[in-house]
């Protein structure tokens, strides 16, 4: 009896839509798709012959939620761990998994076994139901008006959409940068294009920028040409939330201020308060908020230092104040370039934390791994980092933004070089052969959920008995 089942199907009032499939968890099998309301399935016995046997009928139920799955094999199935005998029927939803049972196998042994036999031999499938094309686009007709999407600079759907406050209005990134910069030369205030409000804050809108590429995937017309989107992203600079003040002069019969604002001016800038670097804040100047240190910096999107972390895009003053030879002060935070620089002038001397999805029993394999070669966590990380340099590595579920353009050079903060870290020494473990681990979990069974396994932050016992480290083969994620 094979293990891998080739779907085959029978049944009436097809049509070229399938409104649902059954989806094997092993990706190396196709998809069977399940197009007529009530479709047999039919399973091969070798993949010479053309012999078949019935597996089971499928048949929809009324509305969009739910199907019947009756077994027509010879033996028992699992659906959702529950065993469904000969000629058994069972409602199931989309996400239900099911297992196809093997010839010949006893039903009546302990329902504990079966799960357990059928589970770990053979070959797993999950229902899924498809939306239908047309309530998706009524769905889009009835929700988005891409009038109500568009930038009253360009006037054409957002790219890159960010939102000005407190009026809320919202612009193309490249639309309103240019605006921005116009404004700075002209105006006391960057006022809003659309209702002249002043604007006090500006910044990315993650929300509507999903809904701006679901218009545009509806209605392909919408789109611009590559070469205006390349103008527009040449011009955006608003990266993370803007701080756009315009400080007024203090009347001379206004009261002094109170200790807790005094307080809040520690926050200021200190380009604000004095020249520094040959350069001082207008007094309208945007300026970018301190992640770490909560401290301002002037936002002057011109300048090579970098004032962004690549990874997370979080704005850090570290690189710019030493650029400026500004060091820590009392009355205006400022970080040190420690906290904000590239990658390759850092170093690490231990696993971080959440290396392996914070599973320590992992992070203590990867440890006496790199010990019993004879080398240090530096060595590899300096020699997977060598590798990641010159793109031998998937990038695909590296966990930083931007995953495609960071490079060795890239100036990235604590916490994403530690992730960075994290991502390499991943690899380091996944290439190795399995004579290379230690002899007490070099036979460890490797985990249905792999690194995405949520049981093994809450379960000792389970973290320990299986590996980690691996690809999933169950649930909805992808390597």
Same mark, same amino acid.
């Given at each position: 009896?094979?293990?891998?089942?080739?779907?085959?199907?029978?049944?009436?009032?097809?049509?070229?839509?399938?409104?649902?499939?059954?989806?094997?968890?092993?990706?190396?099998?196709?998809?069977?798709?399940?197009?007529?309301?009530?479709?047999?399935?039919?399973?091969?016995?070798?993949?010479?012959?053309?012999?078949?046997?019935?597996?089971?009928?499928?048949?929809?139920?009324?509305?969009?939620?739910?199907?019947?799955?009756?077994?027509?094999?010879?033996?028992?199935?699992?659906?959702?761990?529950?065993?469904?005998?000969?000629?058994?029927?069972?409602?199931?939803?989309? $996400?239900?998994?099911?297992?196809?049972?093997?010839?010949?196998?006893?039903?009546?042994?302990?329902?504990?076994?079966?799960?357990?036999?059928?589970?770990?031999?053979?070959?797993?499938?999950?229902?899924?139901?498809?939306?239908?094309?047309?309530?998706?686009?009524? +769905?889009?007709?009835?929700?988005?008006?891409?009038?109500?999407?568009?930038?009253?600079?360009?006037? *054409?759907?957002?790219? =890159?959409?960010?939102?000005?406050?407190? @009026?809320?209005? *919202?612009?193309?990134?490249?639309?309103?940068?240019?605006?921005?910069?116009?404004?700075?030369? #002209?105006?006391?205030?960057?006022?809003?294009?659309?209702?002249?409000?002043?604007?006090?804050?500006?910044?990315?809108?993650?929300?509507? #920028? *999903?809904?701006?590429?679901?218009?545009? #995937?509806?209605?392909?017309?919408?789109?611009?040409?590559?070469? =205006?989107?390349?103008?527009?992203?040449?011009?955006?600079?608003?990266?993370?939330?803007?701080?756009?003040?315009?400080?007024?002069?203090?009347?001379? *019969?206004? /009261?002094?201020?109170?200790?807790?604002?005094?307080?809040?001016?520690?926050?200021?800038? &200190?380009?604000?308060?004095?020249?520094?670097?040959?350069?001082?804040?207008?007094?309208?100047?945007?300026?970018?908020?301190?992640?770490?240190?909560? $401290?301002?910096? /002037?936002? !002057?999107?011109?300048?090579?230092? &970098? +004032?962004?972390?690549?990874?997370?895009?979080?704005?850090?003053?570290?690189?710019?104040?030493?650029?400026?030879?500004?060091?820590?002060?009392?009355?205006?935070?400022?970080?040190?370039?420690?906290?904000?620089?590239?990658?390759?002038?850092?170093?690490?001397?231990?696993?971080?934390?959440?290396?392996?999805?914070?599973?320590?029993?992992?992070?203590?394999?990867?440890? !006496?791994?790199?010990?019993?070669? $004879?080398?240090?966590?530096?060595?590899?990380?300096?020699?997977?980092?060598? +590798?990641?340099?010159?793109?031998?590595? =998937?990038?695909?579920?590296?966990?930083?933004?931007?995953?495609?353009?960071?490079?060795?050079?890239?100036?990235?903060?604590? =916490?994403?070089?530690?992730?960075?870290?994290?991502?390499?020494?991943?690899?380091?473990?996944?290439? +190795?052969? !399995?004579?290379?681990? /230690?002899? %007490?979990?070099?036979?460890?069974? %490797?985990?249905?959920?792999?690194?995405? @396994?949520?049981?093994?932050?809450?379960?000792?016992?389970?973290?320990? #008995? !299986?590996?980690?480290? @691996?690809?999933?083969?169950? $649930?909805?994620?992808?390597?």
């Amino acid at each position: 009896m094979t293990t891998a089942e080739t779907g085959q199907s029978s049944g009436s009032k097809t049509s070229d839509d399938a409104w649902a499939k059954l989806v094997p968890l092993d990706t190396r099998f196709s998809d069977i798709e399940i197009k007529s309301n009530d479709m047999v399935i039919c399973s091969e016995i070798k993949p010479s012959s053309v012999e078949r046997h019935e597996w089971c009928r499928i048949t929809k139920n009324l509305g969009q939620g739910s199907a019947t799955i009756h077994n027509k094999s010879s033996d028992a199935i699992l659906v959702d761990e529950a065993v469904i005998p000969k000629d058994g029927a069972v409602d199931i939803i989309s $996400g239900s998994e099911i297992v196809p049972g093997p010839e010949g196998q006893d039903t009546e042994a302990e329902v504990s076994d079966i799960i357990s036999s059928y589970c770990l031999c053979y070959l797993q499938y999950r229902f899924t139901i498809m939306p239908a094309p047309e309530s998706r686009t009524q +769905l889009l007709q009835i929700l988005i008006d891409p009038e109500h999407a568009k930038c009253s600079i360009c006037l *054409n759907i957002w790219h =890159d959409v960010v939102t000005a406050a407190p @009026c809320l209005h *919202n612009f193309c990134n490249g639309c309103f940068s240019e605006w921005m910069r116009r404004s700075e030369e #002209k105006h006391k205030h960057v006022l809003c294009p659309q209702c002249r409000t002043t604007v006090q804050y500006v910044g990315k809108n993650h929300f509507l #920028k *999903n809904i701006q590429e679901d218009i545009l #995937k509806v209605d392909a017309a919408l789109r611009r040409p590559a070469e =205006d989107i390349a103008v527009l992203d040449s011009s955006a600079s608003i990266q993370s939330n803007l701080i756009i003040g315009s400080k007024r002069k203090r009347r001379l *019969n206004m /009261p002094s201020p109170t200790l807790e604002e005094r307080d809040n001016l520690r926050l200021q800038c &200190p380009q604000c308060v004095a020249n520094i670097g040959s350069y001082r804040c207008e007094h309208h100047g945007a300026h970018l908020q301190c992640h770490m240190c909560q $401290g301002m910096m /002037p936002f !002057r999107a011109n300048l090579q230092v &970098p +004032l962004h972390c690549k990874g997370c895009d979080r704005p850090f003053c570290g690189a710019y104040w030493s650029s400026e030879n500004v060091t820590q002060g009392v009355s205006s935070p400022v970080c040190g370039r420690e906290t904000f620089r590239p990658i390759s002038e850092r170093t690490i001397t231990r696993i971080p934390f959440i290396t392996h999805e914070m599973n320590r029993h992992e992070q203590d394999i990867t440890q !006496r791994c790199i010990t019993h070669m $004879g080398k240090t966590v530096p060595d590899v990380v300096a020699e997977w980092l060598r +590798l990641f340099n010159n793109r031998e590595i =998937d990038r695909s579920r590296m966990p930083l933004n931007h995953a495609e353009m960071i490079t060795a050079s890239t100036h990235v903060c604590n =916490d994403c070089y530690d992730k960075l870290v994290g991502f390499l020494l991943y690899w380091f473990r996944i290439t +190795l052969p !399995r004579d290379h681990l /230690p002899a %007490d979990v070099g036979a460890r069974e %490797d985990c249905w959920y792999g690194y995405a @396994c949520r049981t093994q932050h809450h379960n000792e016992e389970h973290a320990r #008995k !299986r590996n980690h480290v @691996c690809r999933p083969t169950r $649930g909805n994620h992808h390597f």
